[in-house]
């Protein structure tokens, strides 16, 4: 019915950057928003970042400053721009998105499969 498709991770040095991107296709009729979120071992997956399809963004603490989150609306995507990496930051990383299908019904939340950033020197 929808599918969001990851890519982007990989393995970077502290300091580094990377851009994750997720695509969201199938039968949307609309998204309420977007976002990544992350899970290191031992640890709850967290958010990390969102937006609305109007732009509202909301940032988890430990990233302001160093990450970006964008959206076109008009491909249903959204972008991660991580930058000033740290090894804390290493975690699987999981595109969400908010919306409602072509056949009604309540707003859902959807999931990509995840892809691994680890941030190591």
């Known amino acids: 019915q929808v599918q969001l498709v990851e890519s982007g991770g990989g393995l970077v040095q502290p300091g580094g950057s990377l851009r994750l991107s997720c695509a969201a296709s199938?039968?949307?009729?609309?998204?309420?928003?977007m976002g990544w979120y992350r899970q290191a071992p031992g640890k709850q997956r967290e958010l990390v970042a969102s937006i609305t399809s109007s732009g509202s963004t909301n940032y988890a603490d430990s990233v302001k400053g160093r990450f970006t989150i964008s959206r076109d609306n008009a491909k249903n995507t959204v972008t991660l721009q991580m930058n000033s990496l740290k090894p804390e930051d290493t975690a699987v990383y999981y595109c969400?998105?908010?919306?409602?299908?072509?056949?009604?019904?309540?707003?859902?939340?959807?999931w990509g499969q995840g892809t691994q950033v680890t941030v190591s020197s």
């Open positions: 969400n998105a908010n919306l409602r299908t072509t056949m009604g019904g309540r707003r859902n939340d959807y």
């Open positions: 199938g039968s949307i009729l609309s998204i309420y928003a």
